[in-house]
Every structure is written in C-alpha cells, then in structure tokens.
C-alpha cells in the first residue's frame, strides 16, 4: 500500500533558528499561534492586534517579532498550523487488492469534510478581506489549501492509470475539474455564510462526482 499524503511544507516557511529553539521556546511559539488563530478567526485581521496577543500570552512585541517578524508573518504562520492540521486525515492509499473507486469515494469525502471544516472556512473569509492588501498571502493559502489536495489526487491519478486502465490526456484538468464537482455551488455559499452540506448531502457529492469520474475516464 502505497499513500499519497498532503505534503508537509513548514520547513519552507520557517526561520533556520525556530528549528533548532528550546523546547520552553516551541511551547511559548505554539500558544502565541493557538491564541492567535483564535483571535484572528473571530475578529477578524484588522479587528486582531499584537497587543492582545500579548495580553493572552504574556511576552513582548519583540518576542513577536523574534518569532514571525511581523502581524503579517504571524497570519502567515496560522495559515501554515491550521492548513497542516486539518489536512493530516487527507490521504489516498494505492492498494492494488482495493477497488478504484472506493479509493476514489473515501478521498472525495475526506476532501469535503477539509473544505467545509469551520476553521477553514473561516480562514478563507479571513483572507478574502486580504486580496488587495496581501495578495502573496492569499495566493500561499491557496496553494497550501486547494493547491496541496490537487497534486495529492494528481499524483494518486498518475500511479493508478495503468492499473486501472484510465485514459486522462491532462492530469491537472482531470484532478481540478473533480474538486470542483465536490465543491458545487453549495461551497461557494458556505464561504458566505450559506448552509453546510450535511453528512448525508456529502456521500451524496462525492458519490455523484466520483461516478461522473469514472465514466468520463475509465476506458
């Protein structure tokens, strides 16, 4: 069995010295992005200052600083800790003994379940309010997002189409247009505040949007 797991990618995106800090600096660096999620996810970016941070978490702006070198860096470092988290579960695992399809059907719900999760959907309202003053950060929760679950599925699709004798000319269309049968239009909604797909509604998406798949492709 073979899995294909959303990547991790924080090392990128670290200072060389948070590596190598004290195990008392990792816990002080870990609540300052506990607290700071939660304040950002309720408040807002604008309505969320450092000072309240500090008045959660004791410390100082130059800790801060030290740590995410600015307000900006620490959003950055938010996006980073709740995207890694809430994607551990999203993972496709190559079993030759195991039907196509039903590979197919657990990724198609564990991917629901990440893209209408409250804290995600929150982050993306978030960084919406972020487009003209951080597009760069906008564009890094994308491809730390969507991004990731495309080339997870892609590179999953690249190893089963032999096995499974799938004719895809274009692997990144393939693997994009299948997201975005999942996500619908109800998704869209969502992110404004619409109704949540329900666990019944989501079995009904991916089975529809896997079937659609597998018609199209599966010669």
């Known amino acids: 069995m073979q899995p294909y797991p959303i990547k991790k990618c924080t090392m990128g995106y670290q200072k060389l010295e948070e590596v190598f800090m004290r195990p008392s600096s990792l816990r002080k660096r870990q609540k300052y992005l506990q607290v700071a999620a939660e304040l950002f996810l309720e408040q807002g970016y604008e309505g969320t200052s450092l000072d309240q941070l500090i008045e959660h978490c004791g410390g100082s702006k130059l800790t801060l600083y030290n740590y995410f070198n600015d307000k900006q860096g620490l959003l950055k470092a938010v996006v980073v800790e709740l995207t890694e988290r809430l994607q551990l579960g999203l993972s496709i695992d190559v079993d030759a003994d195991r039907v196509f399809r039903e590979e197919l059907l657990s990724f198609a719900l564990k991917y629901l379940e990440f893209i209408y999760h409250p804290e995600l959907l929150k982050l993306a ?61 109800r998704h869209f909604e969502a992110l404004f505040g619409g109704q949540m797909l329900t666990s019944d509604e989501m079995k009904i998406y991916a089975k529809h949007a896997v079937d659609n798949f597998i018609r199209c492709y599966q010669s």
């Open 125 to 185: 309202r978030l960084l919406m309010t972020q487009t003209k003053t951080a597009p760069e950060l906008v564009a890094f929760f994308l491809e730390r997002s969507s991004g990731h679950s495309q080339q997870a599925l892609q590179d999953y699709l690249m190893h089963r189409q032999a096995m499974d004798k799938l004719v895809i000319t274009d692997l990144a269309i393939a693997s994009e247009q299948f997201l975005g049968a999942l996500k619908g239009n």
